[in-house]
């Protein structure tokens, strides 16, 4: 019978579900037809399939050729699907033995030499390969394939390869994982930056809870010097979010290797960038920078040159940590479990409040200027802190250089409270719920009522009172001491004290 079946992998998000490509051949004028909802890169695999076949010296039937690809209401997209399409014309026109190929799994792209190309948005696949199959991919994907992760492959670089190994002539070796890298070196160190105790405290706390972060200040305060230090305070990757980072930044088609494993994003868009490069989207859904930053940094410098609208597609994902990219024919979903910080002057000429220069904008200008942040937007971030300009004898003198804390010191400190979070919370505190935060167990009543107090007299709101409380709660998990015993609630109580330190760090936006 002059049927044959190969399996690959289509890309639904970040989700890779199976494809059954059915292959028939039947008598009739010859024709070669695709069905099964292909997109037009799909449908162009035809000409790539036969001359990769001819041109590898294998026989085209001449017969009608029908492929269809299960489910057929699943969208397909891409030329990931050539090395299945032309290995199962070679088993249906008996040219290849069928038996074997249910034990493997196809994605690659064919040159019309019959060469396997790169694909993108092969780790998906691989992470959802079935155990008892192995997966042929390009050589071109080898670092990819070749990452820590369950899943077992052997790489090619010719169909004519991928055929002797399913005949049995020329087996191919799977494919050796590589070792995690080590991450102990740091590129950029909190020590490299002189004084700014309020800014190095806030990247504590916020490393700590998870905490969106904004800083403003005039120009040269060093405020993206503090942004990117952010990563160094950071605990590495788990595994389990290592391969989430790694599959979502090869549905970009970017690089993915094991330089880059376990290794936390720290995404820096252009204040020119549309709502589409910040969400993701197109006619074929791809990630934004919100889902490549994923379980990393987001870093917005220069917050309000940032177009209104692009900026307030923001609120939804910072409190859903997902994005869903809605089309005609399918809805995808991202995640986008990112730590935002951002950079902003205090007025257009930057110089507001500084001691050393006089700020030249009028009060027009001032008001136009905060007008490009949104109320609701600015309620979502956690922490607020004003960056001064230094004095220069600060940043000549090597002993007050000598005694500042490096970010190894700093991350340890990190590291114990975010294991107190887990230990007690499962979870890191800015992710705690609204109902999670009125606990009796852990915040001291005189605390609370204080805070209350406080946000009817500033008339801040719900959100801003919840975000407090969560800030409070990592400043409180900060200060147990290494040595205290992590099982006693006691020890983890908010008071007073934190709730006014939280506090301050939502002040200087409502001061300009």
Not at 422 to 449: C, G, T, V, Y
Request: overall charge positive; hydrophobic content about 40%.
């Amino acid at each position: 019978m002059a049927l044959a079946l190969t399996l690959s992998r289509a890309n639904q998000g970040i989700d890779a579900p199976l494809v059954s490509v059915e292959t028939h051949l039947s008598n009739g004028l010859p024709a070669f037809t695709i069905v099964g909802l292909p997109e037009a890169a799909v449908k162009e695999s035809r000409d790539r399939v036969r001359s990769a076949i001819i041109n590898s010296h294998f026989e085209f039937p001449s017969r009608r050729i029908t492929i269809n690809l299960a489910p057929a209401d699943l969208p397909k997209q891409g030329s990931r699907f050539d090395l299945a399409i032309a290995l199962g014309i070679l088993a249906a026109s008996g040219q290849l033995p069928k038996d074997k190929l249910r034990q493997y799994e196809f994605i690659g792209e064919l040159s019309l030499s019959g060469e396997l190309r790169h694909v993108r948005g092969l780790l998906p696949a691989l992470l959802k390969t079935d155990k008892a199959r192995t997966m042929i991919v390009p050589l071109a994907n080898q670092a990819e394939a070749s990452l820590p992760i369950n899943s077992a492959a052997i790489v090619a670089t010719h169909i004519l390869q991928v055929c002797a190994h399913l005949n049995g002539s020329a087996e191919i070796a799977p494919l050796k994982k590589i070792e995690p890298p080590s991450r102990d070196r740091l590129e950029q160190d909190l020590a490299d930056v002189a004084g700014q105790p309020q800014a190095r405290r806030a990247l504590e706390i916020a490393a700590a809870g998870g905490h969106n972060l904004l800083f403003s200040g005039p120009p040269g305060t060093g405020k993206t010097m503090l942004a990117s230090r952010l990563g160094s305070l950071l605990p590495p990757l788990s595994e389990k979010f290592s391969i989430e980072v790694a599959a979502i930044q090869s549905l970009a088609g970017k690089v993915v290797d094991g330089s880059s494993w376990g290794r936390r994003p720290f995404r820096r868009p252009h204040h020119t960038a549309s709502a589409v490069a910040l969400v993701g989207g197109g006619s074929n859904p791809r990630p934004g920078e919100i889902s490549l930053a994923h379980r990393g940094i987001l870093f917005l410098d220069e917050l309000p040159e940032f177009d209104r609208k692009v900026l307030e597609v923001l609120r939804e994902p910072l409190e859903s940590g997902s994005i869903t990219i809605s089309r005609a024919a399918q809805q995808v979903e991202y995640p986008a479990k990112f730590q935002l910080v951002a950079a902003m002057n205090p007025c257009p000429c930057g110089f507001f409040g500084d001691t050393r220069q006089s700020c030249s904008c009028s009060s027009a200008q001032l008001q136009r200027y905060k007008a490009k942040l949104s109320g609701p937007l600015l309620d979502r971030i956690d922490m607020h802190v004003n960056v001064s300009r230094l004095p220069t004898h600060m940043l000549l003198n090597n002993e007050t250089a000598k005694s500042i804390e490096t970010s190894s010191a700093v991350r340890k400190r990190v590291i114990r409270a975010q294991e107190i979070q887990f230990s007690h919370r499962k979870k890191m505190n800015a992710n705690l719920q609204a109902s999670e935060l009125i606990d009796a167990q852990w915040i001291e009543p005189e605390a609370l009522d204080w805070l209350s107090s406080a946000i009817e007299k500033l008339g801040q709101s719900a959100r801003a009172f919840h975000r407090i409380l969560r800030v409070a709660r990592t400043i409180a998990d900060l200060e147990i001491e290494k040595s205290a015993p992590t099982n006693r609630l006691s020890q983890l109580r908010v008071n007073t004290a934190h709730i006014k330190e939280a506090l301050a760090f939502r002040q200087f936006t409502d001061r300009q």
